[in-house]
């Protein structure tokens, strides 16, 4: 073989050995770390636990324990007028809260002290239940202020008192009232007593005095015992000198008039005994008449009813 030839191959050899190092150096794995790209841990958004409408309400709705519900709330859209657990700070909720308070007319001491308190621990769901609807509240709207009334506060009453019904107070004494036992929310009937003196046909003898009762209202709801709409906890029994009652307008008509006639008397009903009719009784009051009767030739007087 010539010189020549034999140093081609070689050059060629050398050549292929030096390409097969360079492609395997290529497909092998560098044993350098390679550094993989991570996303930042993202941070959870701080959650409140607001209060919210668990169903639709309704103007003039007493609100229960099922009609409210805690809802979780992204903290920077938790707006000052919401009500919140108080587990956590709301930026701006007191001052706003405050100012609302400060705008009520005066005579609300105790809804401003009560306000004050609420500020301090975010209020309760307890504290809410009772309220009445003052205007139509989605599910799960959060309940503020302005779309309720709570017990003591100005309007409660009107907001209390189911459509079409009137509020009519009498004046009570602890023996005209069950001895201080009938708490607002109780039922009662309303009993008339009246006194009607009367003349004897004979000149001899003096006026007489007659009393008669008769139960004028039946099943009424007592809807506060002087300023007090709800018993406390722990009361057993309220004494007060008035007693304010939920009646129709018809029916205030006729309490009106018996309160003119006498004195008014609540007798207690039993819980058992709420489901009956409710107003005036079915046989109105009808005055005392008097009978003359003549025995052995003197006239005497007798009052039937």
């Known amino acids: 073989m010539k010189p020549a030839r034999i140093i081609v191959i070689c050059v060629a050899a050398v050549a292929a050995i030096g390409l097969a190092l360079v492609v395997r150096a290529m497909g092998s794995p560098s044993r350098e770390p390679v550094a993989v790209a991570t996303a930042a841990p993202v941070e959870a958004e701080p959650m409140a636990k607001v209060l919210v409408a668990a169903k639709d309400l309704q103007p003039g709705q007493r609100l229960t324990e099922a009609d409210l519900e805690w809802k979780d709330w992204?903290?920077?859209?938790?707006?000052?007028?919401?009500?919140?657990?108080?587990?956590?700070?709301?930026?701006?909720?007191?001052?706003?809260?405050?100012?609302?308070?400060?705008?009520?007319?005066?005579?609300?001491?105790?809804?401003?002290?009560?306000?004050a308190t609420n500020l301090a621990n975010g209020g309760a769901?307890?504290?809410?239940?009772?309220?009445?609807?003052?205007?139509?509240?989605?599910?799960?709207?959060?309940?503020?202020?302005?779309?309720?009334?709570?017990?003591?506060?100005?309007?409660?009453?009107?907001?209390?008192?189911?459509?079409?019904?009137r509020a009519m107070a009498i004046r009570v004494t602890v023996e005209t009232a069950a001895?201080?036992?009938?708490?607002?929310?109780?039922?009662?009937?309303?009993?008339?007593?009246?006194?009607?003196?009367?003349?004897?046909?004979?000149?001899?003898?003096?006026?007489?005095?007659?009393?008669?009762?008769?139960?004028?209202?039946?099943?009424?709801?007592?809807?506060?015992?002087?300023?007090?709409t709800r018993a406390g906890d722990e009361e057993q029994a309220v004494i007060g000198a008035t007693a304010t009652l939920e009646v129709s307008p018809r029916d205030a008509e006729a309490l009106a008039l018996a309160k003119s006639e006498g004195e008014l008397s609540l007798i207690l009903r039993s819980y058992a005994d709420t489901g009956g009719p409710s107003g005036r009784v079915a046989a109105p009051v009808r005055q005392a008449a008097a009978v003359r009767i003549y025995r052995g030739g003197a006239p005497e007087v007798v009052v039937t009813q």
């Not at 504290?127 to 009445?132: A, F, K, M, R």
């Not at 708490?183 to 000149?203: F, Q, Y």
């Open 74 to 115: 992204p903290v920077d859209e938790v707006n000052p007028a919401f009500i919140t657990d108080g587990s956590v700070p709301i930026a701006g909720a007191a001052p706003a809260a405050a100012q609302a308070e400060a705008d009520k007319p005066a005579g609300a001491v105790a809804t401003v002290a009560r306000a």
């Open 125 to 165: 769901k307890a504290d809410y239940v009772g309220s009445v609807v003052r205007e139509p509240i989605l599910a799960g709207e959060p309940i503020v202020s302005r779309k309720i009334v709570r017990a003591g506060d100005s309007g409660y009453m009107a907001a209390y008192l189911e459509p079409g019904m």
């Open 179 to 228: 001895g201080g036992f009938i708490l607002p929310g109780d039922r009662v009937d309303v009993v008339l007593t009246r006194e009607t003196t009367l003349t004897n046909a004979g000149a001899a003898e003096s006026d007489r005095a007659k009393f008669s009762s008769a139960t004028v209202m039946q099943n009424i709801k007592v809807l506060a015992i002087d300023q007090s």
